[in-house]
């Protein structure tokens, strides 16, 4: 039973196109949301975060839409270059909960 | 800034051999984890320690032993080597637990002949 689903499960996008990659969640009780980057051959590392008293988050080129409603956030990667290539990895935890739940990944590809 | 160090990158074990990952974090943080990578499913957590000489076990714990004798390390070991657990075993660490961000070492690579 996967807690976290991620779509599509891989990406190609030109240079310069945004990207979107989509998370679900099935647990209410889920109130943290993190987004993960990871390079071939290397750990994955926190990329963005966000709470859900929040509907939107941004960094740089990067922004989460939550909705709380639908159980449903997104990803944008906004003017992608090639080094966003990368695999991307929704999570989400509880307050109080013990570990991050990961979703099985986005792999992105951007094309010059 | 801190680090996490796994050792070694790449191991090479026969099947039903026993086999030792290790994993050292100088941020002082309290709480380490040890996930398996398999291709196209993600992370997935096996065990993961809150504090010194404490262990819980996640959901994919069978075959596989932990050991948290020091804050600053924590070491896994497959009990028997099966060729269907070749993967990246990715260990954590962390300040708390859940809503907290998680710093990850580079993995190591498990291959079974």
């Known amino acids: 039973q996967q807690q976290v689903r991620q779509s599509p499960q891989s990406l190609t996008v030109w240079e310069g196109e945004t990207a979107i990659l989509n998370c679900s969640y099935e647990?209410?009780?889920?109130?943290?949301f993190p987004w993960y980057q990871q390079f071939p051959g290397e750990g994955p590392a926190l990329l963005i975060a966000?709470?859900?008293?929040?509907d939107k988050k941004e960094d740089g080129g990067f922004t989460i839409f939550f909705n709380k409603r639908e159980k449903n956030l997104s990803l944008h990667i906004k003017d992608s270059q090639p080094g966003d290539s990368a695999t991307y990895f929704c999570?989400?935890?509880?307050?109080?909960?013990?570990?991050?739940?990961f979703g099985t990944g986005t792999t992105v590809s951007v094309s010059p | 800034g801190g680090i996490i160090t796994q050792t070694p990158k790449f191991l090479i074990g026969q099947e039903g051999q026993k086999l030792t990952l290790k994993c050292q974090q100088n941020?002082?943080?309290?709480?380490m984890y040890w996930y398996r990578q398999d291709s196209g499913k993600g992370l997935r957590l096996i065990y993961y320690?809150?504090?010194?000489?404490?262990?819980q076990k996640g959901d994919l714990s069978e075959g596989y032993d932990a050991s948290r004798e020091k804050k600053s390390s924590f070491s896994l070991t497959v009990t028997s080597a099966q060729k269907n657990e070749m993967a990246v075993f990715l260990c954590?660490?962390?300040?708390?637990?859940?809503?907290?961000?998680?710093?990850f070492g580079p993995g190591t690579r498990l291959t079974v002949l």
């Open positions: 954590a660490s962390t300040i708390g637990t859940g809503g907290y961000e998680q710093y």
């Open positions: 647990n209410s009780a889920f109130d943290y």
């Open positions: 966000i709470r859900s008293v929040s």
């Open positions: 999570a989400a935890s509880a307050q109080g909960g013990r570990a991050l739940i």
């Open positions: 941020f002082n943080h309290d709480t």
């Open positions: 320690s809150i504090t010194e000489n404490d262990l």
